[in-house]
């Protein structure tokens, strides 16, 4: 027998989207609707139908017919596809905005890290935002003065704590963010994809606080892309699928069904995909990857040269391409950046709307792997789909060695051994 | 995982998320849990507010004493506008004292939630401390003109009148009424950014319908009772005769205005409940 922590019964959130396209018989008809329209508005306005207001009819459910239990100290994450309902879930878990239908009942106070440095200002010093923030995130003036050292020293900028956080490197500032968020101290912790901040040693620090509120007792439901951390943090996954639970079991259960579903995803065509993040003026359209020797075989082998294209639909200034390779169990091995620059990188005028990394040496053992694609330009994040495309690693030489038959590793690294003779 | 059979806890509260159906009341409760949060958010808008200015918090004098220059140029010396016998200086700015607090809450609070779309987007506090904060941090820039307010008194001799006892209801009045029509103005401007730019419409015509350039005194009674639907006419009348001892005692036209501001600020505090739950999903 345990308590329970978060009950969610038949929850559903219809969202209201787009405008109403009208087929008007007569243009006066059109006419007298273009007059009429406003006051409609305003009237539904004022009377406080939110969406009549915005005359949006069409409707998507984003979740629907939601149901599961958490007991009290578990550690749930919850996995799925970009708009699988997995933001909208925690939203209305933490009651930023309200279920269409069904309820959900949370026994316990509730802390929320869906975004670090929401609510930072940066004219204000660290200290000042420390505050602001820590009122933000619910906590009383006195539980933030007695832990301003704690959370000062965890974010390690104790030198800084009076300059204002305008100042701070990005880093930095994200440090004091997740510090003040992650000392939070609720019964219930609801935590989304925040962990991908700051730097190796930083996020390292943030993992451990994590384990630490999930060996204290205390319930957190925790929804992340990275398939690695999660199974390192949670003991049950619950995955969702185009707003409805697909799995509900142990995280491993949860991950493998969810990987599953991504494979399924690439046999679509990119440019149908409608589970992507971004706003969408340069979309990603199609990928390609190959060997990048002889004659472009799609056979990638370990230790040989490999070539990834990616072609988008719009040029928007500022482009770059950011794409992360993942293990056939979903943990991250690696990541390019096209705005990180090499002395060898070109511009080509030539190749059309198309981004094409070359590698000379594949450094990747045998198995299957699968890219997620991030388009960035305009200083916003354009698209992003997971699961863009994925491939097989066949067995190869790096620089005339064979490959670690382990089976669990996914680097191979070149490498010269001296050994002892006699 | 198949759950055995979990129980309730009692000890702690439970809080359940649901669909509100139509009106409901007002969260006041959670927020008065949450009133610290309002003062940092009011803290936060005080010391934000005159950052990287030159002259800082001058700004809070220069408004109202630059408009009290200009209406007694054009409407005190040139079209002679009658001024209840007072000096037309002091006339005007003790109206322009509490009228500049309202129109500046109204600027700031309308568009307090579109400004923090990103917190509101991401984390959940009442919805309601951010206008009303916004409201709350233009009482230190009240305060100030008030001093100068005092200062342009003692210059032409004038010394407050005993009525200046009531002058804290007249304060509380123009709080009332701004944050009513702030609580409206800013739930609306979440759904349509018209709100936006009717504002500085709204505050034009609004003044000139307020008796800052002019006394009320022009009117006669029941006309002047009439007026008091405006609440910020009664908030004006009740200033100056607080601090100046105008003898058109503004009983009757004080109620009306009372009332007004009541009824402004309860049917906010309703709409705004109503609508806020949409807020997160239209931002």
């Known amino acids: 027998m345990s308590d329970i922590a978060i009950n969610v019964d038949s929850l559903g959130k219809k969202f209201q989207i787009g405008g109403r396209q009208k087929s008007y018989y007569r243009l006066t008809d059109q006419l007298v609707d273009t007059i009429v329209a406003p006051f409609r508005r305003a009237s539904n306005l004022i009377r406080g139908h939110a969406g009549a207001a915005a005359d949006l009819h069409e409707t998507i459910w984003a979740l629907k017919n939601i149901s599961f239990q958490v007991k009290s100290g578990q550690v749930v994450g919850i996995i799925g596809r970009n708009g699988a309902g997995k933001s909208t879930l925690l939203k209305i878990l933490t009651g930023i905005s309200d279920p269409t239908e069904g309820y959900a009942d949370i026994y316990g106070r509730v802390g929320s890290l869906l975004e670090v440095g929401t609510g930072f200002h940066p004219e204000l010093t660290g200290r000042e935002n420390v505050y602001l923030n820590g009122a933000i995130l619910g906590m009383k003036k006195t539980e933030i003065e007695r832990k301003l050292d704690e959370i000062v020293a965890f974010a390690e900028v104790d030198k800084f704590l009076d300059t204002p956080v305008k100042h701070y490197s990005s880093g930095m500032y994200v440090r004091l963010a997740f510090s003040v968020a992650a000392h939070l101290e609720p019964e219930i912790l609801l935590v989304d994809e925040v962990l991908a901040v700051g730097d190796i040693a930083f996020q390292r620090k943030c993992l451990g606080k ?13 929804v992340s892309h990275n398939m690695g951390l999660l199974q390192q943090l949670c003991e049950r996954g619950i995955f969702l699928q185009q707003g409805t639970v697909h799995t509900d079991g142990t995280i491993t259960e949860a991950v493998d069904a969810y990987l599953q579903t991504l494979e399924r995803a690439i046999s679509q065509d990119l440019s149908r995909r409608t589970d992507r993040k971004g706003v969408g003026h340069a979309r990603l359209v199609d990928t390609e990857v190959t060997n990048g020797s002889n004659g472009y075989s799609s056979v990638l082998k370990t230790g040989q040269s490999a070539r990834f294209v990616f072609c988008v639909d719009a040029f928007v200034p500022g482009i770059a391409c950011n794409f992360f390779i993942h293990d056939a169990v979903g943990q991250p091995v690696t990541s390019f950046y096209s705005r990180l620059q090499g002395p060898e990188d070109t511009y080509d005028p030539m190749n059309g709307l198309k981004f094409v990394c070359e590698l000379d040496e594949l450094l990747l053992l045998p198995g299957r792997y699968r890219i997620d694609v991030a388009i960035v330009g305009d200083n916003l994040l354009q698209d992003f789909i997971e699961a863009a495309a994925v491939f097989e690693v066949a067995e190869g030489q790096v620089r005339g060695r064979p490959s670690p038959p382990d089976g669990k590793s996914s680097v191979s690294m070149s490498h010269r051994w001296t050994i002892p003779t006699r | 995982m198949k759950e055995t059979t979990l129980t309730i806890p009692s000890d702690l509260p439970r809080t359940r998320r649901e669909a509100s159906k139509g009106w409901a009341w007002p969260k006041l409760r959670e927020l008065w849990e949450y009133r610290e949060l309002l003062f940092f958010f009011a803290w936060r808008d005080i010391k934000v507010r005159y950052r990287q200015t030159v002259m800082g918090a001058l700004w809070a004098i220069i408004q109202p004493f630059f408009t009290m220059v200009i209406f007694s140029l054009f409407f005190g010396r040139l079209a002679n506008v009658p001024s209840d016998g007072l000096p037309y200086p002091v006339f005007s700015f003790t109206a322009l004292v509490p009228w500049t607090f309202f129109a500046n809450a109204l600027a700031q609070a309308s568009n307090s939630l579109v400004i ?20 709350l941090a233009g009482v230190v820039d009240f305060a100030l003109a008030f001093l100068v307010l005092l200062g342009i008194m003692l210059y032409y001799g004038l010394v407050p009148t005993v009525n ?31 709100v936006h730019y009717t504002i500085p419409f709204l505050t034009q015509a609004w003044l000139f319908v307020t008796p800052i350039a002019y006394p009320s005194s022009l009117l006669s009674e029941p006309w002047r009772t009439v007026y008091g639907l405006n609440p910020m006419a009664g908030v004006v009348e009740g200033f100056r005769w607080a601090l100046l001892g105008t003898d058109t005692a503004p009983g009757r036209m004080i109620m009306v205005s009372v009332l007004v501001a009541v009824i402004l600020f309860v049917s906010g505090a309703f709409y705004f409940r109503r609508m806020e739950q949409s807020f997160a999903d239209v931002l």
Do not use: E
Request: aromatic residues 12%.
């Open chain 2, 116 to 135: 923090n779309a990103n917190m509101v987007k991401k984390i959940y506090f009442p919805r309601l401390a951010l206008p009303i904060a916004t409201v």
């Open chain 2, 164 to 194: 200046i006892i009531w002058l804290p209801f007249f304060t509380l009045l123009a709080l009332v009424t701004s944050l009513g029509v702030s609580l409206w103005l800013a739930a609306m401007n979440v759904q349509f950014r018209d």
């Open chain 1, 210 to 222: 994590m384990d630490d509120v999930a060996q204290q007792g205390r319930t957190v439901v925790f």
